[in-house]
């Protein structure tokens, strides 16, 4: 019998998180353990060490929201040379900072174990994403990689994007709210058309404006691995839409695309729409938040009332 324990937003503190590794010292039953938001800093961590060292049946993780730092990521990173069991780990939101990522990064280069990695909004800026792309390149087991919300700019996406080059296991990489840029598309653009694996990117509200789209529906027009592509909020427009229908008869692996957000009006909706008539694998794509006014605009409708099994998220 598997335990799932869920402890968060308890306000543990590290006296709590003494007191519950002491306990569950020879628990072999738990699988997942939430402690999301509870104050254990990096003083708490050091009292799973021990635990996490000797217990071999914890799979899943949650450590976010607890401000573990700098010296909570480098004992959590001994824990992950070590433990072999763990395969996820939930780290969003604990300042771990460009020293903390290393150390979480050295011991990814060697962990054969952990699955899924969760990162957002640690504050690992261009400088840290170098050490988590090394990482990515010696890794053989990640296969989701969550990075959103990190301050990771047009270097930052050449690094790994030159890792994509070479990694053969990742499958979803999230890299959300960050300041990639059109320039930063380019290099994965590249890296894509050579890597076979990645299955889902999201790369919602990164800025690429027009010319990212034009990039990417390039990329779509010979990637026939990735299968789904969030480009929400990221100031596509009609004329980015447009884009995208060339490349409807030529991709026949997407399957869901986010394009929320994005200024797209009932104009651009519609000629999308008028032109899916050869692409029978886009199943689902995410209008909302647009511009787009369907009411009394009687072509759109009918355009709509047509089309083939697509849900349109409006």
Do not use: P, W
């Not at 034009?214 to 990735?226: H, V």
Request: proline fraction near 0%; hydrophobic fraction near 40%; glycine fraction near 6%.
């Amino acid at each position: 019998m598997s335990i799932k324990l869920y402890l968060g937003f308890n306000k543990l503190g590290y006296e709590g998180s003494k007191y519950l590794t002491n306990c569950l010292g020879n628990n072999r039953t738990i699988k997942l353990m939430n402690l999301e938001n509870n104050q254990i800093s990096d003083r708490g961590i050091e009292y799973f060490h021990d635990f996490l060292q000797l217990n071999q049946t914890l799979t899943t993780l949650d450590l976010s929201l607890n401000d573990i730092g700098v010296k909570g990521a480098k004992s959590l990173s001994n824990i992950l040379f070590q433990n072999k069991t763990i395969t996820t780990l939930n780290l969003n939101f604990n300042h771990i900072g460009v020293q903390g990522i290393q150390s979480i990064a050295m011991s990814l280069s060697k962990n054969q174990t952990l699955l899924t990695l969760q990162l957002k909004h640690n504050q690992i800026f261009d400088q840290g994403t170098f050490f988590i792309a090394d990482a990515l390149m010696k890794n053989h087991t990640l296969t989701v990689l969550h990075l959103e919300e990190n301050s990771i700019g047009i270097e930052g996406a050449q690094y790994l994007a030159n890792a994509l080059k070479q990694n053969q296991t990742l499958i979803e990489l999230h890299l959300g709210m960050n300041s990639i840029e059109f320039q930063g598309v380019k290099y994965f653009v590249k890296a894509l058309l050579i890597n076979q694996t990645l299955k889902e990117l999201y790369f919602e509200k990164n800025n690429i404006g027009l010319k990212g789209i034009q990039a990417f529906t390039e990329l779509l027009r010979k990637n026939q691995t990735l299968s789904t592509l969030d480009l929400s909020n990221n100031g596509i427009t009609d004329r980015g839409i447009e884009c995208l229908i060339s490349m409807l008869a030529e991709n026949q692996a997407l399957t869901t695309l986010n394009l929320r957000s994005n200024y797209i009006t009932v104009h651009g909706a519609m000629h999308f729409f008028q032109n899916l008539r050869d692409n029978y694998v886009l199943n689902t794509i995410d209008l909302s938040d647009n511009r787009i006014v369907t009411d009394g605009h009687e072509h759109f409708l009918s355009v709509y009332e047509n089309i083939r099994n697509l849900n349109v998220i409006f």
